[in-house]
């Protein structure tokens, strides 16, 4: 997978889909990518209740907590959908935190979708072929 060149860029994104299209498997493999690039990776699963407790608890507090070397981060948020307020906007948050070097990506089902989630929401399409 290529790097995708908007991830260079200070800014938060939202991937929405049905559930159970792939959308976690899209996070991972840029996951991979990215550490392979260098970027410190953060990803925050909030099917997990404890990371959803904190998050939820103090936002830009716990996002913090993660930045503990120099250079460029990505916070890969999986599931957003389980916020109490999946609403919030999460560009907001981020945008406090001081430093260019970080991209933030979240996932979501589109049933859930929000139009304040994010700036850019990318939509995409998987196609199944028979071997």
């Known amino acids: 997978m290529k ?3 908007w991830l260079g860029r200070r800014e938060a994104y939202a991937i929405k889909g049905p559930r159970q299209s792939g959308k976690t498997t899209l996070l991972r493999a840029l996951e991979g990518n990215l550490k392979r690039e260098g970027v410190n ?8 209740p404890d990371v959803l407790e904190a998050f939820e608890t103090v936002p830009k507090g716990y996002v913090k907590s993660f930045l503990l070397k120099e250079g460029r981060y990505c916070f890969l948020m999986d599931e ?5 307020d999946p609403g919030m906007p999460v560009s907001p948050i981020y945008a406090r935190i ?3 070097g970080l991209s933030w990506i979240v996932s979501f ?12 929401i990318l939509s995409y399409s998987f196609f199944s072929f028979p071997l």
């Open 109 to 120: 089902s589109t049933a859930l979708y929000s139009s304040s989630v994010a700036s850019s």
């Open 3 to 5: 790097r995708i060149l």
């Open 80 to 84: 957003y959908h389980y916020v109490k």
């Open 41 to 48: 990776v953060v990803f925050l699963n909030f099917e997990d």
């Open 98 to 100: 001081p430093g260019d």
